[in-house]
């Protein structure tokens, strides 16, 4: 399969003086692979005409497909009709439907200047095709270019979307949506290595391995299999990483967990110490949670482990609250005073301070109470993991214990 | 002062696919800035040696500086060197320093194979200075160019970030690092036309407002204005925008509010229903937030209200979960029961489902106890926000009614 050669050019002064991470380039080149075109380059320029109008000139004459965002908006800042204009020698007209859409926003405008500003998105370069403005007012334009097409999209990610997708209506789609396995509690080598052992017996899929604390995600992408086959290799992928791999299907951890929960009919709650509310904040994110989730106790103190989750004051001064016997205690604690069928607690040491030589920063342990009774884990972390990155670890541990309990209902 | 011109490339097919958002660009931007750089392009490349190569000698004739990232690993994907050596006509040479840093790393590759790709990470463009890497093993390096500096760095942000400083260090400063003024509460517009009022009075200070649900971000930028004119005119931005900016100093909410409660001694309880967590878990993303932070309940369900925060299950079953006196119980019940100072209660109704014509999605109230008694702030979405944008609100909005008793205390 011939990948077709595709550029994109974000426009914006805030982008190329760091203000602004431009996330719009992923979005789209990942829509474009769907449809065969490879990006061979994508550039991000200021508010200057010259500059882009070389770029656009420059990568309009050897790429099949140029997607522009940016720069469309009513302000003496947003250049990019007028670079494209000048780029591609075509000039620019007044397009009078897009004067209708724009009329009332005049009103509010009563001098001629900010009249005159709002008239200049309704510019669109001679030939072009308009691509109305779903949301915002902006409206976007694809035109023919002697190697191909040029799309002007606004920079807005929530206005160029749905744009994007117009424009790619009228090319073919040539490769399957990728499919998004994930994974918790593997490194990401693990990862990598399974998915390169169980993709050597398939053609046409190429893979990569995303890692954020706590979350690996495996993409397999369709590279001339076609959907079927990378059905086949998703599941012979997850099959190699075993029961760490939660989902095939693109769902986070915490969806899984809730997925599962609603179909056993069994209800979580939670007793955290160092996510601090981040398992909590995690499950209660997806709509619906609250069918399952009950709820969850946040005891930073010991005196609110002991009052809100019945610790033994005792064993919390004798043990220390970094202990498996308080971690018990909370997840037995969470799971009456809820009258939950699950519930996980979690108490470590997220650092940086708080470290002793017995109970290191990095040490977490984890409790899981169910009607069959209560079950530790304890975790020590290699290295010296940020505090947030310590957290994110421990909160996806805590639901993946949960997750493997509501595997046996 | 006339901007320097420089250029940044980003390396790495996974950017080019989609499948990774470039972050590099907007870290190094920002710092350049600050050197009197002006980024004209930044342009993100795939593991291409030939459009790296071409892209990287374009560049580097008429930019000052050009700063590389990624592409710099030990595998047959790092193509950044040979991209270099390609474009600027320096062949690439072996250094025995760095030779004998990665002779340790060798041990675990028997393969001859594995050895080789990891010499190569060795390789130096003629002349160059090799950076040591502090962290990973990548190393970077710098090399003149006809034009003026071209710096090759590793990929992940953590190795980047420190050897950048390195290579900064041979520029002098220009500007004054921004001034990070942290408001919450007002919309962006409100934001930007008070600090545009305000900066009228100053001559070489830019300002550019950042925002996202709950939090709104006002940056201003040294133009030639120098440190001490850039701190009068954030004093001047503050005292416009009024007590709804919280932190002149890039402090987040939950900063300020633990620093304020650690200031007056003042212990924090939380109770959470629609922001399941995230108040609390906000505020434990701070180190030390055990000092003043005693904890929190997220009553998911009605039954947890009533027994874990005391919430009259009449009241509950008259007014419902969301309504004014259960976000007052709420409150009360988390500081009696926590024993803290001052205890914020949230209920509301998050979406997208659960919503009725008496109180619809976006109906968000907050209760707030003290020693002097509680009162409640009842907010209505405007519009339709997402469920995320909503409860990151409601989180700011906490947070806010916490420090404004706090501001008395």
Redesign the interface.
Known sequence: MNARPAAIVTVGS??????????N?????????RHGF?????????D?VG?CSA?LRRLAADHELVIVTGGLGPTHDDITREAASSALGLPLVTDAEIVEILRPFLARHAESDARDQIFTQALVLEGAEVIPATTGTAPGQVVATPGGTLALLPGPPSEMAPMLDVVLERFDTRRAAPRDLGVVGLPESDVQFAAQRALAAFDGVAF?V?ARPGDVRA?L?DDGAGPDVLDAAAIAVAAEIGDACYSQAGETLAETVLRLARDTATTIA?A?S????????A???I????EV?????????N??KV??LGVDAGVLAEQGAVSTEVAEQMAIGART???ADVAVGITGVA????GTAEKPVGLVIFGVATANGVKTRTTQAVGTPS??AL?ARSTATALDLVRRELLKA
Chains 1, 2 share one sequence.
């Open positions: 805030e982008l190329v003086e760091g203000l602004r991470v431009d996330t380039t992923a979005h789209i080149a990942l829509r474009l692979g490879a990006v061979t380059e994508a550039v991000s320029v200021g200057d500059v770029v990569t995303l993409l992408i939670v955290e160092c996510t601090g509310g981040m398992v909590a904040a499950l209660t994110d709509p619906g949670s609250s989730f009950l709820g969850g106790v946040v005891s930073y103190s005196a609110a009052a809100l005073r809820f009258g650092g940086p301070g708080g505090r947030a957290r």
